[in-house]
């Protein structure tokens, strides 16, 4: 089963008010197992960078000016989504500035029957408690220490690991091409032939069980 982890990070909370997508990263799990493929791109939004949007990714006006824009990426990204389920992380945020850039290109929007949301899976699974994409990382001892500022790959690859926790919890040492080899170890059996015990009742062992059988009404035992 083939699924894609997605990420995106923007300029703002709402596409419906002019904000635009500036990073989107994919991460590809196969049967559950990250296989180290993944998309990245940054993305020129063609327009200014709000401080608060700046302050949670760090992704300048100025950085992100030589960058393409949205319709220049969007063949490729589509391309690696494939026919995928897509796994987010607060997936309706992700799902609703993804949809207004394929609007703006009148491509349909993302399938969201296949969207996986682990914000809505850790809160059934830990209700009451903290679920941010930090939080889950300290639940579930996800080294997180790199994530100074949000960035959509590293934030992907974060989820990966969460998500698999949710479904179930990573395997340590698993890999795809490992080689399981176990040790034959012969062991030879020596028999040591002994004489055969004694099987003919004693005189004395003859006389209990005639006094015994002499006691019982009708014995079948009696000789």
Excluded at 5 to 25: F, K, N, Q, S, Y
Aim: charged share 20%; net charge negative.
């Amino acid at each position: 089963m083939r699924e894609i982890v997605l990420d995106t990070e923007t300029t703002g909370l709402d596409p419906a008010t002019g904000h635009r997508i500036v990073e989107v990263a994919c991460l590809e799990l196969v049967n559950h197992i990250p296989t180290g493929r993944h998309f990245q791109r940054y993305i020129n939004p063609d327009r200014d960078m709000p401080p608060d949007a700046f302050a949670v990714h760090g992704l300048s006006a100025e950085f992100l000016g030589d960058k393409p824009r949205f319709a220049e990426i969007v063949e490729d990204l589509v391309q690696f989504i494939g026919d995928a389920p897509l796994v987010m992380h607060n997936a309706e945020f992700d799902v609703r500035f993804l949809n207004a850039e394929l609007l703006r290109l009148g491509r349909p929007p993302l399938p969201t029957p296949s969207v996986v949301d682990t914000l809505q899976m850790a809160r059934q699974r830990f209700p009451g408690a903290p679920i941010s994409l930090d939080a889950l990382c300290r639940r579930f001892a996800v080294d997180n220490t790199g994530r100074t500022k949000h960035g959509a790959l590293l934030d992907a690859e974060l989820l990966a690991d969460v998500y698999l926790e949710l479904v179930g919890g990573r395997q340590a040492g698993l890999e795809l091409n490992a080689v399981s080899q176990v040790a034959t170890i012969a062991v030879t059996v020596v028999r040591i032939a002994r004489a055969a015990r004694p099987h003919v009742p004693t005189e004395a062992e003859m006389a209990a069980h005639l006094s015994l059988v002499a006691q019982l009404k009708n014995p079948i035992w009696r000789l």
